[in-house]
T-cell receptor, first 111, second 116 residues
Framework: SQKIEQNSEALNIQEGKTATLTCNYT??????LQWYRQDPGRGPVFLLL?????KEKRKERLKVTFDTTLKQSLFHITASQPADSATYLC??????????FGKGTRLSVIA | SAVISQKPSRDICQRGTSLTIQCQVD?????MFWYRQQPGQSLTLIATANQGSEATYESGFVIDKFPISRPNLTFSTLTVSNMSPEDSSIYLC?????????????FGDGTRLSIL
């Protein structure tokens, strides 16, 4: 069955450093990969979408890569700030199949 | 992006009762979805709410337990029927930007449901 793994439940980093979150998948050939941010008590907020034929996508301090050979996506936040502390979810879809979410990684940026 | 309002934001219910959750969008959208998020777990899709026809349910979810209405392009309801403690969860609605599930989704803030 399809499986999505996000590298760790929690990640702590120092303010100003680059946070790197990992999303691995198995038994799946997604055409689209999305990243969302979720704050406590709130719904997920869409951040970035990358297609299978795109290697990299950037938006301000965010960068996403998508390696279909490794079956992996990396999500980077450069110059991280305490306000970046949240849970980050990756989600995959293919064709008209529903979006499937990973469990998320809780990022804490320490001042 | 669309603004999604979900009501109620939270509720505590007795087992055996039913609760209807409302989702209102500030613009017309094709795709509306209902998810469940249990503590420490990922979002699980319950169903896609189709305007003018029956919802499309995912494996493990049935219409008798989770009836859904979609009377127009801006509104949907999810009912959790005959509730048991296992139904305690956060229920979220979302809308898609386009006409397929591949496009970004925008979520309401969810309904936190506790069953006693």
């Amino acid at each position: 069955s399809q499986k999505i793994e996000q590298n760790s439940e929690a990640l702590n980093i120092q303010e100003g450093k680059t946070a790197t979150l990992t999303c691995n998948y198995t038994n799946y050939s997604p055409a689209y990969l999305q990243w969302y941010r979720q704050d406590p008590g709130r719904g997920p907020v869409f951040l970035l979408l990358i297609r299978e034929n795109e290697k990299e996508k950037r938006k301000e301090r965010l960068k996403v890569t998508f390696d279909t050979t490794l079956k992996q996506s990396l999500f980077h936040i450069t110059a991280s700030q305490p306000a970046d502390s949240a849970t980050y979810l990756c989600a995959l879809s293919s064709g008209n199949t529903p979006l499937v979410f990973g469990k998320g990684t809780r990022l804490s940026v320490i001042a | 992006s669309a603004v999604i309002s979900q009501k109620p934001s939270r509720d505590i219910c007795q087992r055996g009762t039913s609760l209807t959750i409302q989702c209102q969008v500030d613009s017309q959208v094709t795709m509306m979805f209902w998810y469940r998020q249990q503590p420490g777990q990922s979002l699980t899709l319950i169903a896609t709410a189709n305007q003018g026809s029956e919802a499309t349910y995912e494996s493990g979810f049935v219409i008798d337990k989770f009836p859904i209405s979609r009377p127009n392009l801006t509104f949907s309801t999810l009912t959790v029927s005959n509730m048991s403690p296992e139904d305690s969860s956060i229920y979220l609605c979302s809308v898609g930007e386009g006409a397929t599930s591949n496009q970004p989704q925008h979520f309401g803030d969810g309904t936190r449901l506790s069953i006693l």
